[in-house]
């Protein structure tokens, strides 16, 4: 047996010794209902959920303290330096803050009480992102005082809301986080068992549009068939969206590219997605590229008048809340004006149309030519006993690209402990506990490697 193999068996033992605890920590973690929005959860819970996570990091040597950001949120910040003169210093990145449970009559299980079932671990937050909490805690914990690593550590209480509140503090403290590598763990796997690095978030394009065709509502029998329907103008609108294949139109944006990392099975994003039988899957390019290398447009949200208790009435004025995810390589400066442009030229009848900015949020790339990704690679292999993969992800996390502004030098590396089968953000949430105690042996073997690779 080698050396890195007996180092990566003595790791994996004592994560699996610390196993029971990070399960009763995760269930007290998750039975804080740190949900960031005042309008729906006591704010005192997201508190509760700051001060838990600076204890546990104190207890391992930070000096972890409260940060309150622009948004009123509390981030956990702290370092842990080493001795050695020449260390390298990462950055361990998580967020506390959750997304509301939705509908309690969906789930299976109480969302903030940490139940197990199938092998699997249930609860809102499990997976995104207190899970991820965990596997620094783990990971640390098996490693002790044996580190040759300068840490620093953040956790961030609205990364769910969006508000940017840990996006200006960066700004604002910036060697406060400077480091040569940051483990931004608030992504995972391509399936149990799988290890990944994602390495591509798509951007997004958040707009409102409204349209007007009458000063108000009319009798359908009486004006019907000659006066302009809101609706069904919208209706239009947001059919000439997609082609007939499903492929998103918008005139200006590359709906050719190919995803060149991970293919995602078919199969596997049926069941994944929850497909029903016989709906087709959407676009022209394999399920990667309509994931991660072409634009996509969805429709949130429309105001229209309910089907119980409607009136036999034209609607005068409707509206509609639309997400486009771009890319990397197509800006949201371009994509909001090709966007803008496609409503405007399918609004028909010379209905009255506006376009409101909800949001934007840039794509990012990752560099993977440097030694931490060289490093982490090696390391999740050696944890999981399978090459780690390259994925893309849909969703956008904007403080990346504060992060590479920032600190241009730094490798950023996404990982984490979800994969598909987790549900984050919907009923039902889970993590695979094998994916936790896998991620955080990856993640000590890696702080062990990296310390000692050359720069």
């Known amino acids: 047996m080698d050396g890195g193999t007996e180092v990566g068996t003595d790791l994996g033992a004592r994560v699996a010794e610390l196993m029971p605890r990070a399960k009763e920590e995760l269930a007290e973690l998750v039975a804080i209902r ?33 940060a309150r950001t622009s948004d009123g949120s509390n981030a956990v910040v702290g370092s842990r330096p080493c001795a050695r003169a020449d260390a390298p210093t990462v950055l361990l990145y998580a967020h506390y803050d959750v997304q509301p449970p939705l509908d309690d009559d969906a789930w299976e299980t109480p969302p903030f009480e940490l139940t197990e079932k199938d092998g699997r ?93 009458l000063a108000s509502e009319l009798h359908s029998g009486m004006f019907g068939g000659a006066a302009p329907d809101a609706l069904a103008a919208l209706i239009a609108v947001l059919a000439a969206l997609r082609d007939a294949d499903g492929n998103t139109t918008v005139e200006g944006l590359d709906n050719t590219r190919r995803w060149e990392g991970e293919p995602y099975p078919p199969e596997q994003f049926r069941s994944d997605a929850g497909l029903l039988d016989g709906v087709r899957l959407l676009g ?31 609607v005068p004025r409707t509206a509609a809340r639309l997400n486009l995810r771009i890319p990397p390589g197509l800006t949201p400066e371009v994509a909001l004006e090709a966007l803008t442009a496609h409503l405007r030229a399918a609004a028909p009848w010379g209905v009255h149309m506006t376009v409101d900015v909800e ?8 560099t993977t030519d440097g030694p931490a990704y060289r490093a982490m690679g090696a390391a999740m292999e050696e944890a999981f006993g399978t090459p780690m993969v390259s994925l893309g992800q849909g969703g956008s996390i904007p403080l990346c690209n504060v992060f590479t502004d920032t600190y241009p030098d730094a490798e950023i590396i996404l990982m984490g ?32 490697r990296y310390a000692a690779a050359p720069s």
Request: glycine share 8%; aromatic share 6%; with cysteine.
């Open 121 to 213: 671990w249930y609860g809102r937050g499990t997976a995104d992102c207190k899970g991820n909490i965990l596997m620094h805690l783990l990971a640390l914990r098996a490693l002790g005082d044996d580190l040759e690593v300068n840490l620093k550590l953040v956790v961030e209480g609205s990364e769910e809301q969006g508000t940017g509140g840990l996006e200006g503090f960066v700004v604002e403290n910036p060697d406060l986080l400077r480091a040569d590598t940051i483990l931004v763990c608030d992504t995972g796997n391509a399936a149990v068992g799988r290890p990944a690095a994602t390495v591509s978030l798509r951007g997004m394009v958040n707009v409102v549009v409204t349209v007007e065709a």
């Open 284 to 314: 022209d390019g394999e399920v990667s590229d309509m994931l991660w290398a072409r634009p996509a447009v969805t429709v949130l949200g429309i105001d229209c008048p309910p089907v119980v208790g409607s009136a036999a009435a034209i």
């Open 359 to 366: 949001a934007t949020g840039s794509p990012f790339q990752a």
């Open 34 to 66: 740190s949900v960031a929005d005042p309008r729906q959860f006591p704010p005192e819970e997201c508190d509760r959920a700051a001060q838990w996570v600076l204890d546990r990091f104190a207890s391992l040597g930070f000096d972890a303290r409260l």
């Open 417 to 448: 402990v979800e994969e598909p089968q987790a549900l984050i953000h919907a009923p039902n949430e889970s993590v695979d506990p094998r994916e936790i105690s896998a991620m955080a042996l990856a993640e000590a073997l890696f702080l062990r």
